[in-house]
């Protein structure tokens, strides 16, 4: 017997694994203290009503012989799947709903579409980037190439014709940096998948906090990308599902490799892996679409991008540069007076009782930086902004 040795050339532990760690000792050591997180992005807004009462109905058709349902439809149920559809050609982007794969969250995807690709191909991932995308390579054993994102480049690093791969990563709006890829940006990488035969893994898990209409939400928004991108997205962020679970994966049927269409491939390892998500939440899930769904979602949406503008103001006044929180609920700073992100990490939890995500759990070109989300409620962030002025910085 053989372990996938692989498994040993990762970190100790996953990033927010030890930021809970550091938080917990703190508290023990210092019970009185109030803790405040601007670290791990999650939601504090509820579900919007239009998605409690689809949940609802939902549950009480669960009692009824009727309306009961078991095992789900393969690639997720019609209704929702054709709700996604809608939704990308209000964006200009037509997709059938055969191309729509419904999950339990992008992470997931990003990790299992891994499944359908040969472990020699090379891969190409941004630095600073979601310690996902490299851990799950890493466990594959795949050879990684990282490309630069530094505060030249904007932290979107783009293509270089001296490096080859054959699958890309992009994240856009970018989780850790909030940076927003352009739609020449993105035709130079469409253009240099397409010439080297590569697969792009598109995450657009913050797509909805896209403020500025100039700027794609979508990568199928650009000409020839059904030949080379899949694109993943979440409902975790956009809606408030990190607690319920839902999110999608597309994938065209254009999308072929080695004569083979990787849409086929996909949905032959899912429906070998994964059972489905509930029909209940895929009834919430649909709800978000609807006129009434999105609504009430952009609402909590500019909720965040309220916190966003309230950090950034901060920083801006003490002087501290940083990136990101315009159109991404992320803000990305350089850590002050040549601080590490871990020294930081530990200063801003001593002296302000307050918690971010220190950048080098991000990658090299993170060891700088630091980031904090919006997504916390909005008095948590004000009080914790109100720290940050008090100590010395």
């Known amino acids: ?126 630095d600073p980037v979601y310690p996902v995308y490299v851990d799950t390579n890493i466990m594959s054993g795949r050879k990684i190439i990282f490309m630069r994102g530094t505060a030249d480049n904007n932290f979107l690093p783009m293509p270089d014709n001296n490096v080859e791969a054959d699958i890309i990563y992009l994240c856009s709006p970018n989780n850790p940096t909030g940076a927003v890829y352009s739609k020449d940006e993105l035709e130079c990488w469409v253009r240099y998948a397409l010439e080297r035969e590569a697969v792009i893994l598109f995450d657009s898990a913050y797509e909805s906090f896209i403020q500025d209409k100039n700027l794609p939400t979508s990568i199928y928004q650009i000409e020839r990308s059904k030949e080379c991108a899949i694109e993943f997205c979440s409902l975790s962020k956009t809606a408030g599902f990190t607690g319920t679970r839902c999110g999608y994966t597309v994938i065209p049927k254009e999308l072929i490799r ?89 200063f801003l939890l001593k002296e302000a009782g307050v918690v971010g995500t220190p950048g080098a759990g991000f990658g090299n070109n993170g060891r700088e930086f630091f980031r904090f989300t919006a997504f916390g409620d909005s008095e948590d962030v004000q009080s914790a902004m109100r720290r940050l002025l008090k100590i010395n910085l």
């Open 1 to 126: 017997m053989r372990i996938n040795r692989n498994y040993l050339n990762l970190e100790d532990s996953y990033l927010f694994s030890s930021i809970a760690k550091k938080v917990r000792d703190y508290k023990e050591e210092n019970p009185e203290k109030r803790i405040i997180s601007l670290g791990i992005g999650d939601v504090t807004r509820p579900l919007v009503p239009a998605v409690i009462e689809a949940l609802s109905r939902a549950v009480l058709e669960m009692r009824d012989k009727k309306t009961f349902r078991g095992y789900s439809e393969e690639q997720g149920y019609g209704f929702l799947r054709q709700a996604v559809c809608n939704y990308f050609k209000k964006k200009g982007v037509v997709l059938s709903d055969q191309e729509i794969f419904i999950s339990d969250g992008a992470k997931s995807d990003l990790g299992n579409i891994l499944d359908i690709f040969g472990t020699d191909n090379t891969v190409l991932i941004p």
């Open 258 to 346: 080695d004569d083979t269409p990787l849409n086929k491939l996909w949905l032959r390892r899912q429906t070998t892996k994964f059972n489905g998500v509930s029909y209940i939440i895929q009834r919430g899930a649909e709800a978000v679409f609807s006129d009434i769904g999105l609504s009430q979602a952009k609402e909590n949406i500019a909720y965040y991008m309220k916190n966003a503008q309230i950090i950034s103001d901060t920083l801006r006044s003490l002087g501290i540069w940083f990136t990101g929180g315009k159109n991404a609920p992320y803000i990305w700073l350089k850590c002050p007076n040549n601080m590490s992100s871990w020294e930081f990490f530990d």
